[in-house]
């Protein structure tokens, strides 16, 4: 029985295909029939429907050829104005011998040339009557000056202005050229084969009148084509006026009306900026014939297909027949391995997957795990050396000398963390894609003379031999400050830490060759004669973590994130950096960057720091800290200074106090940001916003661990009048106090 099925499916299929292909055939055949009969009976109600189109597109053609005419012979006078030499303006003689060549080689009725003082220079004669091109002078590109300069002549005056060219001591200021229009024109009714008689094509400015001497069909070459139109006998819908009006505006339309009993169209489109009008004109029984034509055509083009279509209908009947009683058991085979094949695909790329998850999830624990220990075994140390000293100052209370040896220590290991600290959220904020450049005006010499003071210490406690030369043409740039120095300082400080004790640091500072307008290239090279690196190591130096000994090997103290920083930060400002090392003689590290360049105008300088005790007595200032250590530090710094200082332990309680106080207690505040009950920011914006306006514009510092740009430029933003990060640097507090209070 089940053999029988499968002998008989594939008769039944093939029936079934048949009558299927006869279903086709015949609503194809019929399909055909009726799309002759609407064919026919809807071509007589389509006349002015393919007029339009019929229309625009021989008008997008011929509009595009007077185009490129014009632009050809755009193309002529701009050669000409590019032949002027010395040669050929060294008297009126070669002029116009230079002349009549371009006349004679472009085909053209005129070439010629207008002075400052208003002479015209032509092939045959000067003269100054130049009434005719009073408008060349001045041109600021070329254009079109004037049309029908000669009357019955139809003439267009072509014109482009010269500059730097003298005839005879004449400034010379324009080149013209003149062409008949009536040419022009003519190549276009030329170029309608087949049409003679039909299609006419016209040019006209927007008031009417012909731009050439040609008719357009029965309308004479004088008639002006708006005065025809108030005269002829419009189709429905149509009036003279509106007509006009489109017409005068530059507008484009279709001008439907019956001459001596025929129906005519008249398609009207303006050209460019010239206020030219372009018409053709075209009578009906050019769309009957066109009609006609199309209606044949198509009726050809049915019977073609009738039979094309009878014939692949058998053709395909004899393949499926054919196939039919092939496939019956190839499709069985086909379906297994194709469900097979989708099955292995399947499997592979979830294996794929997983093993790309697995890859990346190792991945991200080992990067975790690095991380972890890196950060343990460089924190560790610092930590231990500030518990250490710490335990034996309090052995050593009645020792100063040795209690200033281990604060000395004590200071350096918390500068340490501090530094490793810094490191790692500029790493994080470089990752994550929210560092951005500050760039302001800053004067390279002196930044660079500033970056080499930083290391004047260590260089005299190691004996170090310190070189530095400034070789720059443009001082004043516009750059990121603070990135800067940090480029510099990780640069240098590593060369100071890795070279031994007698060893030769060199600093250079070079203006290169830049092909950037307004802009100017440096090289920052730093070269020492230190431990030097491997060359493997140089193709991870700009890794995370990467160091190629350890502290413990080396006897140097390092995050393994000074370069990586270094790279980024080049990289943010689109610059590059190379390295030439070899262990035991040396690095260099060459940095090039490119800066706009700034104005050269001094720079505001550096409030100095107070250096005398009680330099602010009798001043008062209103500190918000909620941390009770970091407020009796700073109280206590200020204090030295002779400031008095009110603590209030929220910003809630600071605007309460300010509040509070008697007018002129306060010469300053400084503000904490992240504070319980109310945070500084919006405590600032409570006092700027106080009726009291002494109150409401004390000067108010941020005095936070917020300590990025972003930071800062919020606190401005909050209505602070400055920004200082934790932890305090002394010298930085006093300048920002010094702003705004003075003893």
Known sequence: MSERKRIKAPLRETVTMAAALVVIAAVIIGMTIWS???????????????????????????????????????GYLDHVVSGLDAESLQSQASARSFLSEMEELYDVDKIGLVSESGLVYTAHSTFSDASRYTDLQGLDGPQVIASNVYGAKKQVVLAAPVSDRRLEGESLVACFMQIDMDDVVGSLNRAESGSEGTTFMGLYLRNGDNLTSSSLGDIEAGTNLLSFVESAQLADGQTADAIEQSFRSGGQGLITFDYRGDREYIYYTPMGDAGWMLTVLIRDNTIENLLDQTTESMAQRSILQMVLSALVIVVIFGIVLYLSRKNGAMRVR??????????????????????????????????KSTFLFNMSHDIRPPMNAILGFSRMMEKELDDPEALAGHLGKVRESGEYLLSLINNVLDMARIESGKMELDEKAIDLVAENSGDMHMFGADVSAKGLTFASSVDITHRFVYADQSKLRQIAVNLIGNAVKYTPEGGKVSVHLAEVPCVQEGCASYE?????????????????????????????????????????????????????????????????????????????????????????????????????????LNAEIAMEILGEYGLEVDHARDGRECVDMLVAAEPGRYDLVLMDIQMPRLNGYDATREIRGLSDGDKASVPIVAMTANAFEEDRQNALAAGMNGHVAKPIDTDELLRSISRFVRG
Not at 54 to 72: F, K, N, P, V
Not at 341 to 351: D, G, I, S, T, V
Not at 537 to 564: A, H, P, Y
Not at 565 to 581: A, H, Y
């Open 334 to 367: 086909q379906h297994e391995l194709e469900i097979r094949a989708e099955n292995e695909a399947a499997l592979k790329e979830a294996y794929e997957e997983a093993r790309r998850a697995r890859g990346e999830a190792e991945a991200a624990n080992r990067a």
């Open 36 to 74: 002759l009969q609407a064919t026919k009976k809807s071509s007589e109600q389509s006349t002015d429907t393919l007029s339009t189109f019929y229309l625009e597109e021989l008008m997008g053609q011929r509009a595009q050829m007077l185009e490129d005419s014009l632009d050809r012979n755009f």
């Open 524 to 628: 920052f090279v730093v070269s020492d004669t230190g431990i030097g690196m491997e060359k493997e190591f140089q193709q991870q130096i700009f890794d995370l973590f990467s160091r190629e000994r350890t502290s413990t090997e080396s006897k140097v103290n390092g995050t393994g994130l000074g370069m990586s920083i270094v790279k980024r930060l080049v990289d943010l400002m689109g610059g590059t950096i190379e390295i030439d090392s070899a262990p035991g003689e040396g690095s260099t590290f060459t940095v090039g960057l490119t800066f706009k360049i700034a104005p050269e105008a001094p720079l505001s300088e550096q409030e100095q720091v107070p250096a005398e005790p009680a330099a602010f007595a009798g001043k008062r200032v209103l500190l918000a800290e909620d941390n009770e």
